[in-house]
């Protein structure tokens, strides 16, 4: 389960694009429920990953608010942040997030020894997940599967309360295919090999088939002499 961060904030004491601009020229960023977070710090956050997949003690002058980003914007040409949105969160809320998937015993895998490719279809999954209780990734044993398995979402042990936001079906989330390489081979030999087999076939049926060279009519019988 995902720690808790805590990120340290002021109170915005106006608000509006006037307000955020002046923010923004002290080095801070304007974030919802109406913070400024410095943004240095909350550049380093972003950096490390999974931002909007995380929950976050705010911390405003001493006093916290768990909270979870749902939004931000960053400069299209220096890549800082420019705004952020949080949503304030109880401990019984349900929050919708992304949870990453991890592979492993990729090692254990006969289909992979065999030269086999691990198809990632989702490589996160998107779940409803209790405030307290979020997931910090999904791990998913590789060991014994072989060419043409699939995983599904049922192969996956769901913390309690935490449902996927598909449902009704069991979606897959990766599958273990042959190699392209092996694949083209296969072709190449298809395409070389039967092809050839099927021109001798052809031939041989055809040898049979072909007309004997006519017979040459017999000499013709010279007139009997006269008496």
């Not at 052809?202 to 040898?207: E, G, I, R, S, Y």
Request: glycine letters at 8%.
């Amino acid at each position: 389960m995902a720690d808790t961060q805590v990120i340290k904030a002021e109170g915005r004491p106006s608000n509006g694009k006037s307000g955020a601009r002046a923010l923004r020229r002290e080095g801070r960023v304007p974030g919802i429920i109406y913070v400024s977070l410095d943004a240095k710090e909350l550049g380093k956050t972003i950096s490390r990953g999974r931002f909007l997949a995380s929950v976050f003690e705010v911390e405003v002058d001493g006093h916290k608010t768990k909270a979870i980003p749902r939004d931000v914007q960053l400069d299209p040409v220096r890549d800082v942040p420019l705004h952020v949105d949080f949503q304030r969160i109880g401990a019984d809320n349900q929050v919708r997030l992304r949870v990453p998937v991890r592979f492993f015993n990729d090692l254990l895998s006969p289909g992979l020894k065999r030269g086999g490719v691990l198809n990632v279809v989702r490589r996160e999954i998107e779940v409803w997940a209790p405030a307290d209780k979020v997931p910090e990734l999904f791990e998913i044993d590789l060991e014994g599967l072989d060419i043409g398995r699939s995983i599904h979402i049922s192969a996956v042990t769901l913390p309690e309360g935490v449902t996927p936001t598909i449902r009704g079906r069991d979606f897959t989330i990766a599958t273990i295919a042959g190699s392209s390489a092996k694949g083209e081979t296969d072709e190449a030999a298809s395409e070389t090999g039967a092809a050839p087999a099927a021109a001798a076939g052809d031939a041989k049926a055809a040898a049979p088939a072909a007309k004997a060279p006519a017979a040459k009519a017999p000499a013709a019988k010279a007139p009997a002499p006269k008496k």
